[in-house]
């Protein structure tokens, strides 16, 4: 069998359910065969449950955990098992299966490891209740992060860049090395110079050297270019080749998947400003040592008009994430 799509996948999960409706035990089929890898498609009767059953000569670390409700996943020895109760979402369960192999056929190295990593990484975006596509204001912000990434840090940093993409697995900062950070925000043109902060660690500088605040404002245009011609770009940059998986994973984090590709095919973004501002003592902002005990997670508004003597070129952010990660 071929996974060329999720509705692919069901359909055959479908048949082989229909084959063996009124028997027990289970009936599986292969999915795919790598060198260090069986992969098989599984129901089980009369529970019905569908099954990703996966055997490797691999050694894993015993582990199981939910993915979402009726999803669980168990690793032990070297085999790994994904399985979806009746009352899962079918469609979903198949989305994960046909990501899952669609990751292992463009991974350099294709390893019951990989397939674990994979599915953390779903656990944490299901857990951010992201599965079935990014709404008009984290695409725009999702454009915005890869925009710096492609313009600021891969230059700075080449192939260590997607590495300091911390955003994506839960950091308060969308980029992070050792001793210098960077927090992205994209507006739309209705409102370019309010800056809304999420929380009160995102500008916090503590244990920095250096922390960045970069302000974008964006537009829709024929001009544009798409999310997907964004991250299909760089995909193939070549620093970025060498931490592929990484990239994926963190893309996956944020909650895309190639399954909603056609959702974002309309909107052409294109970038109207750019501006980088160095968070120091006298920039306007809420640390954690500013809340009353009790007090968490305070959004605000900065006035960026306010701000100009803090203001910087993107030159001098690149030179100053080189010299970090030259410290490094």
């Not at 409700?69 to 299966?97: H, I, K, M, Y």
């Not at 260590?160 to 955003?167: E, H, P």
């Not at 963190?250 to 980088?276: F, K, M, P, T």
């Not at 501002?277 to 968490?296: N, Q, T, Y």
């Amino acid at each position: 069998m071929t996974a060329s799509s999720p509705h692919t996948i069901e359909q055959s999960f479908r048949k082989i359910e229909a084959a063996g409706a009124h028997g027990h035990g289970a009936s599986r089929r292969r999915l795919l065969l790598k060198p260090d890898l069986d992969i098989f498609t599984e129901v089980r009767f009369p529970s019905r449950e569908w099954a990703l059953s996966i055997s490797s000569t691999e050694v894993l670390q015993d582990q199981e955990f939910l993915l979402t409700n009726g999803l669980t996943c168990q690793a032990r020895n070297g085999s790994v098992e994904v399985v979806a109760t009746p009352d899962t979402d079918r469609l979903l369960f198949c989305t994960l299966l046909a990501d899952l192999i669609g990751h292992l056929d463009h991974a350099a190295s294709a390893s019951a490891t990989t397939v674990v990593r994979r599915l953390g990484a779903w656990r944490r975006m299901l857990g951010r209740g992201l599965p079935t596509g990014l709404t008009p204001e984290a695409r725009l912000g999702l454009y915005g992060e890869l925009l710096v990434l492609r313009e600021i840090l891969l230059p700075a940093l080449r192939d260590a860049a997607v590495a300091s993409w911390s955003g994506p697995s839960g950091s308060p900062k969308d980029f992070e090395l050792l001793a210098l950070a960077a927090e992205v925000k994209t507006v739309s043109r209705k409102d370019p110079d309010r800056c809304r902060i999420s929380n009160e660690e995102q500008l916090d500088s503590d244990g920095l050297r250096y922390l960045y605040l970069i302000h974008q404002v964006a537009a829709t245009s024929s001009e544009g270019i798409t999310l997907v011609e964004l991250v299909d770009e760089i995909r193939e940059h070549p620093d970025v080749r060498g931490s592929l998986a990484q990239f994926e994973d963190s893309l996956l984090e944020v909650g895309w998947l190639d399954a909603h590709r056609d959702q974002y095919n309309h909107d052409r973004y294109v970038l109207i400003r750019r501006r980088c501002f160095e968070v120091r003592d006298g920039f306007p902002r809420m640390l954690p040592s500013d809340l009353p005990s009790g007090v968490s997670r305070v959004s605000y508004l900065v006035d960026l008009s306010s701000c100009g003597a803090h203001q910087v070129d993107e030159q001098t952010v690149r030179e100053a994430i080189m010299e970090t990660a030259e410290e490094e």
